[in-house]
Structure formats: structure tokens, C-alpha cells
């Protein structure tokens, strides 16, 4: 794609993303798109930013370093998406300003203790395994309200909300099940007195799904960018 259609093709996904919204009742802007740049390369993010895209997701850290580091003279905001390890939340905490799928109280309190005192508070997303699969990270819904309780009181870090990657469903209703699984489980928590504005749901094929049942953030990455292609290694 050249620049020229790039940047039409983003304003497609930006206004599909707008149509659900306004579709059942909610304003473009309490949506935010999340451009998953996961192996793309530093040019295709800055023409994907020259569009008017601020925020990017990335999911393996030693990728996203070097970017982060190539892309420094433009002002973006960086979003780990990835599952997080112990040994490398003081790179996370440094050098993004958000963090979507803390599961365990030992990973945000590293993050916490990391958190550089010049930066402001790293926003945190709890995530959760909504459909108790083996396969994926998250914390299960029974244990969710002891770990946001704990997570919410750390310092230089803000909870801001909850996130999830469920089964993948091809039915829209099955899809809307799921994400709303997620939003009772936050308004159970806003209930109890949280204040959390986030819910980090929805993906290229069930973003629409997710946004009916109350997404703030949906995370986009094969919509805007077509299909992966593997040229970076991880770690
Ligand atoms: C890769 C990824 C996405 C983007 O998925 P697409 O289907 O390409 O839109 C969203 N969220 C997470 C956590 C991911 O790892």
C-alpha cells in the first residue's frame, strides 16, 4: 500500500470503528484505536502515525525496544499488550505508558517498584481468562476483585481497567457474550467502589462485537495492517 492509500485505508477502519459506536448509542470518541504493530517495522508505524494514529500495541518487548527507540522523535503512546514475565518488567515500566495484561499481584508490584518517579503512573489492565482457558494468561473471574483491590492501592500505577482475549467465536452473538462477561465483571468492581474506565477488548474480527458491549480501547493489528508476516525474532 502507498502512503496515499494507507492513510484512505485508515480513515475506513477509524470510521468503522465510529459506525459501532454511534450504532448503539455511544459517542466515536469513547472508542480508542489501538494499532497492534507487532511485526511491523519502525516505517510502516511512522506512516501508520503520519495517518493520525497516536496509541500502538506491541507484544514481544525486545521488538518493541528497538522501535520504541527508532520512533522517539514522534510523540506516541506505547501500549504492552504481550504476556509479562518477571524478568522484564523494568524494561515495560520504562518505556511504555501502558500495560493491558497483568494477571498476578508479584508482576504489577515489580512494575510499581520500577516505574521510574519522573514518569507518571503506568496505566495497568487487568486481565482476565473470561472463558477459563488453558491456553491463555488471566486471572480468573473468582480471583479478579482480591487482585484489582491489591493492584489499585500500589503506588505509580493506576488501575485503569479490565482486559480480555477471548475463545474466537465467528457468530456476533457468541462474540457479544463474551465481552460482556467482561464489562459485568466490571461494573461488579465499579460497584464495590473501583473507578475503572477501561475495557481493552476486541480485535480485527470481533471489534464491532465488542464495542456493542461497552470496548473503550479495541486492539487492532491484521484490519489495519493486513496479515502478519514473521521477519522479526523473539526473544
Ligand atoms: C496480536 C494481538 C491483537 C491484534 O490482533 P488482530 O486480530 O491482528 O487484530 C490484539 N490483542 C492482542 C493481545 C494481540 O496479541
Same mark, same amino acid.
Given at each position: 500500500?502507498?502512503?496515499?492509500?494507507?492513510?484512505?485505508?485508515?480513515?475506513?477502519?477509524?470510521?468503522?470503528?465510529?459506525?459501532?459506536?454511534?450504532?448503539?448509542?455511544?459517542? #466515536?470518541?469513547?472508542?480508542?484505536?489501538?494499532? +497492534?504493530?507487532?511485526?511491523?517495522? $519502525? *516505517?510502516?508505524? !511512522? %506512516? @501508520? /502515525?503520519?495517518?493520525?494514529?497516536?496509541?500502538?500495541?506491541?507484544?514481544?518487548?525486545?521488538?518493541?525496544?528497538?522501535?520504541?527507540?527508532?520512533?522517539?522523535?514522534?510523540?506516541?503512546?506505547?501500549?504492552?499488550?504481550?504476556?509479562?514475565?518477571a524478568n522484564k518488567t523494568r524494561?515495560?515500566?520504562?518505556?511504555?505508558?501502558?500495560?493491558?495484561?497483568?494477571?498476578?499481584?508479584?508482576?504489577?508490584?515489580?512494575?510499581?517498584?520500577?516505574?521510574?518517579?519522573?514518569?507518571?503512573?503506568?496505566?495497568?489492565?487487568?486481565?482476565?481468562?473470561? #472463558?477459563?482457558?488453558?491456553?491463555?494468561?488471566? +486471572?480468573?473471574?473468582?480471583?479478579? $476483585? *482480591?487482585?484489582? !483491590? %491489591? @493492584? /489499585?492501592?500500589?503506588?505509580?500505577?493506576?488501575?485503569?481497567?479490565?482486559?480480555?482475549?477471548?475463545?474466537?467465536?465467528?457468530?456476533?452473538?457468541?462474540?457479544?457474550?463474551?465481552?460482556?462477561?467482561?464489562?459485568?465483571?466490571?461494573?461488579?468492581?465499579?460497584?464495590?467502589?473501583?473507578?475503572?474506565?477501561?475495557?481493552?477488548?476486541?480485535?480485527?474480527?470481533?471489534?464491532?462485537?465488542?464495542?456493542?458491549?461497552?470496548?473503550?480501547?479495541?486492539?487492532?493489528?491484521?484490519?489495519?495492517?493486513?496479515?502478519?508476516?514473521?521477519?522479526?525474532?523473539?526473544?
Amino acid at each position: 500500500m502507498g502512503p496515499q492509500n494507507l492513510s484512505l485505508h485508515i480513515e475506513e477502519v477509524r470510521e468503522r470503528v465510529a459506525r459501532a459506536a454511534v450504532g448503539c448509542g455511544r459517542s #466515536a470518541r469513547s472508542v480508542t484505536l489501538l494499532a +497492534v504493530s507487532k511485526a511491523q517495522p $519502525p *516505517e510502516m508505524i !511512522a %506512516a @501508520v /502515525a503520519d495517518a493520525g494514529l497516536t496509541q500502538f500495541g506491541e507484544s514481544y518487548l525486545t521488538e518493541a525496544l528497538g522501535k520504541i527507540a527508532a520512533l522517539r522523535e514522534r510523540d506516541l503512546t506505547w501500549h504492552f499488550i504481550g504476556r509479562l514475565q518477571a524478568n522484564k518488567t523494568r524494561a515495560i515500566a520504562e518505556n511504555f505508558a501502558w500495560v493491558h495484561a497483568i494477571d498476578r499481584l508479584r508482576i504489577a508490584e515489580r512494575l510499581a517498584a520500577q516505574r521510574p518517579a519522573g514518569h507518571p503512573p503506568l496505566n495497568a489492565c487487568l486481565q482476565v481468562n473470561i #472463558a477459563g482457558e488453558d491456553s491463555k494468561g488471566g +486471572v480468573t473471574p473468582g480471583e479478579l $476483585p *482480591e487482585l484489582a !483491590a %491489591a @493492584v /489499585a492501592a500500589l503506588p505509580r500505577l493506576r488501575l485503569r481497567g479490565l482486559m480480555c482475549l477471548p475463545p474466537r467465536e465467528s457468530a456476533p452473538g457468541r462474540q457479544r457474550h463474551w465481552f460482556e462477561q467482561l464489562r459485568l465483571l466490571q461494573d461488579a468492581l465499579n460497584a464495590g467502589g473501583a473507578a475503572l474506565d477501561t475495557l481493552s477488548m476486541g480485535m480485527s474480527e470481533d471489534f464491532e462485537a465488542a464495542i456493542q458491549e461497552g470496548a473503550t480501547l479495541v486492539r487492532l493489528g491484521t484490519i489495519l495492517f493486513g496479515p502478519r508476516v514473521r521477519t522479526i525474532s523473539h526473544e
